[in-house]
């Protein structure tokens, strides 16, 4: 069991000492800090499950800070200590939502005893908001990797943490943002969703941030961004790893100093925004080829979320295809039913375009067949016809495909998903990096870890070599199984 994390902010080295050392023979994790400043950015990066902090600090007043905790993280209790022992002092900590004031010189045992009361009142309000929410949450799916999914958000819909979402395409990314919204404490403000790679690169910071009449050629008046618009709602960001990098730093700057202003203008204006955003590609590639800030990075992934693929989760698939065909049979008279046999047929397939790809072909089944039941001869020729208009094989490599081919189906299939659009930019570096990886893998392990043989073998530089396995993280293996 992960031991429960209580953060400890005084700025007298020994009281931090005892209580560190009280807490630590109790059971829990301690994290000490000596001042306001350290102790909001542990709270802000979602970390701690109990703050014990001390009002008078070296750097302000812990009353200031506390109204901004309890908004950020209104999950987390705070037990309030000084040794202004008066009654204005116990006031302003009830006040500020303390879960408790004790005042100094304190008890050891009191500490502890108190402690362990906030934790297990912060946990059977956890319990009791999962049983609510995760049972009403718009998403379908019983499987293992659904509940980690319903777990987590369960424990995020009351905070403004900012989340990264990441997962293929057509996962249900936005899906996900939305349930955060709709059952979170925003949930009465707007919810704006805006698509990076779908946005002409230098139109993105005037699309965020708005912009003031004049500013550039077309701006004939002045016109607010989404920061604007998704003022005391949520504001989702998807495909973040598509924006340029000028917009990245701007993006950043409002995130650090909660302030913009319009393209063209000079009025500062103040946010009051929750961040989502996701992604599929693999930002941490990205960040090593120099396209997307590090410390961007860092920012937007407080917390993150992994939406699983449809093929890690297939026991999914039967009730995916039921509440899609009960949404698609609401504008018809005939209500499909789908036989065990079509279920099996499905549960084979790959599903490349993921829970958006079944969702169409559900969609096509409704609309299209007058059937009233969905049979596996059905969804056999309707994969078959998606696969082959995409450019896909079942065939695995080495049965009727070489190398050309098998990358020339890969391709085809990111460009059938991205459709309409194109996919997303920087094409050439992803699919390099795709075949470059499991090529030194499998090089390395052939030449026994020797990394001057497999040099060799490559024809590459032995320092390139290394550049390249330290570029990709790729661990050296001894020995290949044949």
């Known amino acids: ?44 990066r979602g ?21 901004k905790i309890k908004k950020q993280r209104p999950d987390l209790p705070f037990i309030v200590m000084s040794a202004q022992n008066t009654f204005m002092t116990a006031v302003k900590a009830n006040e500020a939502g303390a879960f408790e004031y004790l005042p100094k010189p304190f008890d050891l045992a009191e500490v502890t005893n108190t402690a362990a009361k906030a934790l297990q009142d912060r946990e059977n309000k956890k319990k009791k908001s999962v049983d609510v929410d995760v049972e009403d949450m718009p998403l379908v799916g019983r499987s293992a990797p659904m509940q980690d999914i319903y777990r987590t958000m369960a424990r995020l819909i009351q905070t403004d943490l900012t989340v990264m979402i990441s997962g293929e395409s057509g996962t249900g990314k936005e899906v996900v943002a939305r349930a955060l919204h709709e059952f979170g404490k925003r949930k009465n403000g707007p ?30 008046a002045r016109a607010r961004g989404h920061f604007e618009l998704s003022a005391r709602g949520t504001l989702f960001l998807d495909e973040i790893g598509d924006m340029p990098m000028a917009a990245q730093t701007r993006l950043l700057r409002v995130l650090q ?10 009025e500062t204006l103040q946010t009051d925004v929750r961040i989502i955003a996701a992604t599929h590609r693999d930002l941490n590639q990205l960040i090593r080829q120099g396209l997307f800030r590090e410390d961007l990075y860092y920012r937007l992934n407080v917390v993150q979320l992994r939406m699983p693929a449809l093929r890690e989760r297939p026991e999914d698939i039967s009730d995916l295809v039921r509440h899609f065909i009960e949404k698609y049979s609401e504008d018809t008279k005939l209500r499909k039913s789908i036989s065990p046999e079509a279920l099996v047929v499905m549960a084979q397939h790959t599903w490349p375009g993921n829970v958006r790809e079944l969702e169409n ?28 208009a995409q450019g896909t094989s079942a065939a695995p490599m080495g049965e009727g495909q070489n190398l050309h081919e098998s990358v020339e189906r890969h ?45 060799q073998l490559l024809g590459l530089n032995r320092n390139t070599l290394r550049k390249k396995l330290n570029t990709h993280h790729i661990r050296v293996a001894k020995g290949l199984s044949r």
């Not at 002409?200 to 077309?218: M, V, Y």
């Not at 909660?258 to 203008?265: D, I, S």
């Not at 072909?361 to 082959?388: C, D, K, N, W």
Request: hydrophobic share 45%.
């Open 1 to 44: 069991m992960t031991k429960q994390t209580i953060l400890v902010a005084d700025d007298d080295a020994s009281i931090r000492l005892v209580l560190s050392q009280a807490l630590t023979r109790a059971g829990y994790e301690v994290l000490p800090m000596s001042n306001i400043t350290t102790m909001w950015n542990h709270v802000s």
């Open 47 to 67: 970390e701690g499950d109990l703050l014990i902090t001390d009002v008078m600090m070296p750097d302000g007043n812990a009353f200031d800070i506390l109204p």
């Open 191 to 220: 919810f704006n969703a805006i698509n990076m790679a779908a946005i002409p690169q230098d139109l993105i910071e005037s699309e965020l941030f708005g912009h003031e009449k004049g500013a550039f050629t077309g701006a004939n």
């Open 257 to 266: 100093e909660g302030e913009f202003t319009r393209v063209g203008g000079r």
């Open 361 to 388: 072909l559900v969609h096509r089944f409704v609309a299209l067949y007058p059937e009233e039941a969905i049979s596996p001869e059905m969804v056999a020729a309707e994969i078959g016809s998606t696969q082959s």
């Open 411 to 455: 391709l085809m299939r990111i460009f059938a998903e991205a459709e309409p659009n194109l996919p997303a930019d920087d094409l050439y570096h992803r699919i390099v990096d795709e075949i470059e990886v499991p090529l030194l893998e499998i090089t390395m392990s052939a030449c026994n870890g020797n990394q001057v043989k497999a040099a």
